[in-house]
Nanobody, 120 residues
Framework: QVPLVESGGGLVQAGGSLRLSCAASGFSFSWYAMGWFRQAPGKERELVACISSSGSTTYADSVKGRFTISRDNAKKTVYLQMNSLKPEDTAVYYC??????????????WGQGTQVTVSS
C-alpha cells in the first residue's frame, strides 16, 4: 500500500506553470488535512500549502498569490497549481496527509516526492 503518489513535476522556464497531483488511497481522505512540502538542496523542508478537511487553506509567504492548493474528495486527490514559477521554487515536492486541521511537521502520511525544476 502506497498512501500517497505524486505526479506532475518536471522542467519549466521561469514564469511558467505546473500542476502537481497527489492520489490518495487506503485511508479516509475526506477526513484528513492535506498539504504540500518542498525541499531543495541545502535547504530545510518547508510546508508550502495545506488545505483542511473543510477546505480552509494556508500558504507559505513565499508562494502566496502564485500557488493554489485544492482537493477533490470524490477523486481522493489533492492538487497544487503553481503559476509564475521562479528558480527558487526548484525542489522536490512532497504530498502529505494528517489527521488534524493542518498538516504537521511529521504528518501521518507522505509521498515519495516529485521533482520540480525551474530554469532562469
Amino acid at each position: 500500500q502506497v498512501p500517497l503518489v505524486e505526479s506532475g513535476g518536471g522542467l519549466v522556464q521561469a514564469g511558467g506553470s505546473l500542476r502537481l497531483s497527489c492520489a490518495a488511497s487506503g485511508f479516509s481522505f475526506s477526513w484528513y488535512a492535506m498539504g504540500w512540502f518542498r525541499q531543495a538542496p541545502g535547504k530545510e523542508r518547508e510546508l508550502v500549502a495545506c488545505i483542511s478537511s473543510s477546505g480552509s487553506t494556508t500558504y507559505a509567504d513565499s508562494v502566496k498569490g502564485r500557488f493554489t492548493i485544492s482537493r477533490d474528495n470524490a477523486k481522493k486527490t489533492v492538487y497544487l497549481q503553481m503559476n509564475s514559477l521562479k528558480p527558487e521554487d526548484t525542489a522536490v515536492y512532497y504530498c502529505a496527509a494528517d489527521t488534524v486541521v493542518v498538516v504537521r511537521t511529521n504528518p501521518t502520511y507522505w509521498g515519495q516526492g516529485t521533482q520540480v525544476t525551474v530554469s532562469s
